[in-house]
C-alpha cells in the first residue's frame, strides 16, 4: 500500500474512533457514569482486538468507578526501560469531546494497533487516562497523576512520557493561531497548520530529542519549545502528573483554545477535525516512537 493509501485509510479509522466516543457515546466522565464505562468498555475492546491484555488502574472519585488502561508492548532488550503514550478520554459536562480528547485517544488507539506485534527495544506502555478534566484536574485524583505516583513508588525506569492532547484540528486561514502573551504573536506562528510539542523547562531534552526524531519523519510542520514554568498552560494535560513525580514528559497539541474554537463547548463534534492532517502527524509520532524506544 503506499503512503497516500495507508494514510486515508489511517484517516478513516482516526475518524471512526472519534465518532464512536464523540457521537455515539458522547460527553463522559464522572457526571455520567454510564456513558464513562461504556466509553471504557470500548477502549478495552480497541486494546484487546489490537492484540493487548490491558489492565484497569482503578479508583472511585465521588463515588463513581474510575480506571486507567493500561495496554504494555514488552521491549525485546530492554523491557524494563519504559516509554508511555497517554491521552486521556474523559470531557467536561456537556462537551462531546471529539478534538479534547477524542482525538488523542484516537491517535493512540492508531499507534497502539500499528506497534501490536511489532515490540521495539524498550517498553512502550499505552495508556487511557481518566479524570484529566475539571473537576479532576490537578487535584491529584487525575488519571495521569494516579498511574504517575503508582510508577515512582513502584521505581520503574519510565524514560519519558507525552501526552496526546487535542490532535485534531489544523487551519490555513490567517490569523487562525494566537497564543497566551502578545509578544509571542510577534515570534511565533499565527496560522495554525502545526502541531506542537510543548512542555515545562524539565522536560527541554526531552522535547529536543523527540523533536528531532519527529522532523526526520518529514511528515508534518512541527513547533516544538519547553516554555518557561510561568507560562501554565504548558501544563494543561496529563504529562503534568509526571512531571510532578520526576518523569520528563510533554504533551503533542494543537494549541487546543489558542486555536480551536469549539474548545470545551457543546461544538466540539466529530466532523469539525482534519482527519488527514491528523493522520500525517500519527504517522510522523509513530516513526518518532520506534526510534525512541528503540534508543531509551
Known amino acids: 500500500m503506499d503512503l ?8 478513516a479509522e482516526l475518524r471512526q474512533d472519534v465518532e464512536i466516543l464523540a457521537t455515539d457515546i458522547g460527553p463522559r466522565g464522572t457526571f455520567a457514569p454510564d456513558r464513562y464505562r461504556l466509553a471504557e468498555e470500548f477502549l478495552l475492546s480497541a486494546l484487546k482486538r489490537a492484540g493487548y491484555a490491558p489492565e484497569r488502574e482503578a479508583w472511585t472519585a465521588d463515588g463513581v ?3 486507567n488502561l493500561i495496554a504494555n508492548l514488552r521491549g525485546t532488550q530492554t523491557p524494563e526501560r519504559i516509554v508511555i503514550v497517554g491521552a486521556h478520554y474523559d470531557s467536561v459536562e456537556g462537551c462531546p469531546a471529539a478534538n479534547d480528547n477524542g482525538s488523542g485517544i484516537a491517535g493512540l488507539l492508531a499507534l497502539a494497533r500499528q506497534f501490536a506485534g511489532a515490540p521495539r527495544r524498550s517498553t512502550i506502555r499505552f495508556v487511557c487516562f481518566a479524570n484529566e478534566e475539571p473537576p479532576w484536574f490537578n487535584v491529584n485524583e487525575m488519571g495521569s497523576q494516579v498511574h504517575a505516583r503508582a510508577c515512582h513508588a513502584a521505581k520503574q ?21 494566537s497564543w497566551p502573551h502578545a509578544a509571542l504573536n510577534l515570534l511565533l506562528p499565527t496560522i495554525g497548520d502545526f502541531i506542537a510539542f510543548v512542555g515545562p523547562s524539565a522536560a527541554k531534552p526531552l522535547i ?10 518529514h511528515a508534518f510542520p512541527l513547533l516544538a519549545a519547553a516554555a518557561p514554568d510561568a507560562i501554565d498552560q504548558v501544563n494543561w494535560s496529563d504529562h503534568r502528573g509526571f512531571i510532578e513525580a520526576g518523569y520528563p514528559a510533554f504533551m503533542v497539541t494543537d494549541t487546543a483554545p ?39
Open 4 to 11: 497516500s493509501a495507508r494514510q486515508a485509510t489511517l484517516a
Open 65 to 67: 468507578p474510575c480506571a
Open 157 to 177: 525506569d519510565i524514560h519519558g512520557m507525552i501526552s496526546l492532547e487535542t490532535i485534531g484540528y489544523y487551519s490555513a486561514a490567517a490569523r487562525s493561531q
Open 208 to 217: 529536543a530529542r523527540c523533536a528531532k526524531l519527529f522532523e526526520a519523519q
Open 258 to 296: 489558542l486555536r480551536y474554537p469549539h474548545y470545551h463547548l457543546p461544538t466540539d463534534t466529530a466532523e469539525k477535525l482534519d482527519y488527514p492532517s491528523m493522520a500525517r502527524v500519527v504517522d510522523g509520532l509513530a516513526g518518532m516512537l520506534a526510534e525512541w524506544a528503540d534508543s531509551a
